[in-house]
């Protein structure tokens, strides 16, 4: 069984305790479905309190270690320290808030830009995934490592929709369709950072995505690389917390998929 570090110990510990009210708040769920606002303020609700134990398990265990979080906004650094949570305490609210079970909790360490940690952690199906820089990526205590498929016609592709009218959907349209007719298929999960834990774990060959912020992909982008894939941007661009896409994969599929993705919507559909 591998040995955890101190650091994602804490990291574990922190998630779990969060869990805990996330499960109970996603039980009782099923009793709120009456009116149309109450599930939402629930869910919100369910969210803050996540976030504020996540905020503080952190912080009693590393005092001055800075925070990103998605609801409560950023916090510096104090006393010295370069170091900074980023953390989203509910990554997959609309699942949440529709009784879909796939969400999780995410919360990554970065140091001067870059990702050292991140904990993805699944409360429904008990999935911890869990990465250190140059100490690999598990699930729970399995080692992970993703998977060695090199043809697009086998691979299964994650990645997010726009919605709410946010976002590109004339892109998006353009890349779906080039990348659903060379692929083996398309999964719209609703939760980046498991998309991302999926990519590490070899379920999906490949995820990409626009539009999303640090605190979705902190975690997963660790994960990826601990278990040797790689990510970018969407053109092949390196990435960093506030680029505007990912691309992350197995490493083998990367520039058939970076190609494909580049292609615009066919003629057909365009017309
Ligand atoms: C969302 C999820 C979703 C992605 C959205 C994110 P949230 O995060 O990761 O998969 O498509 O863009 O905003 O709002 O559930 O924390
Ligand atoms: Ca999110
Ligand atoms: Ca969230």
Redesign the pocket.
């Known amino acids: 069984m591998a040995t955890r570090s101190a650091l994602i110990n804490v990291m574990v510990k922190a998630a779990n305790k969060a869990a805990r009210g996330l499960k109970r708040d996603f039980g009782e769920l099923e009793n709120l479905q009456v009116s149309r606002k109450g599930p939402a303020d629930f869910v919100s609700a369910a969210?803050l309190k996540a976030e504020k134990t996540l905020k503080e398990e952190l912080s009693h265990a590393r005092p001055g270690y800075g925070f990103l979080m998605?609801e409560s906004g950023g916090q510096a650094p104090s006393d010295g320290n370069t170091r900074r949570w980023l953390v989203?305490?509910?990554?997959?609210?609309?699942?949440?808030l529709h009784g879909l079970p796939q969400?999780a909790i995410s919360i990554a360490l970065e140091e001067r830009g870059e990702v050292i940690a991140g904990v993805v952690y699944d409360p429904i199906k008990d999935e911890l995934f869990h990465a250190e820089k140059g100490g690999g990526a598990f699930l729970n205590d399995r080692r992970l490592r993703v998977s060695a498929r090199n043809r697009l016609g086998e691979s299964l592709i994650g990645t997010?929709?726009p919605?709410l009218g946010r976002?590109d959907s004339e892109r998006f349209l353009g890349e779906i369709d080039s990348v659903m007719q060379n692929t083996a298929g398309i999964r719209?999960?609703?939760?980046?950072?498991?998309?991302l834990a999926y990519v590490a774990a070899g379920r999906f060959d490949a995820f990409w995505?626009w539009?999303?912020?640090a605190?979705?992909i902190a975690g997963g982008m660790i994960l990826v690389r601990e278990a040797g894939g790689y990510v970018s941007e969407v053109n092949g661009k390196q990435i960093n917390l506030d680029s505007p896409s990912i691309l992350a994969s197995n490493n083998n599929i990367h520039s058939d998929l970076m190609k494909l993705l580049r292609k615009p919507l066919s003629n057909q559909r365009a017309q």
């Open positions: 969210d998605e989203d305490p509910l990554d997959g609210t609309t699942n949440f969400f997010g929709a919605f976002g719209r999960w609703g939760s980046a950072s498991l998309d995505e539009g999303l912020s605190w979705d």
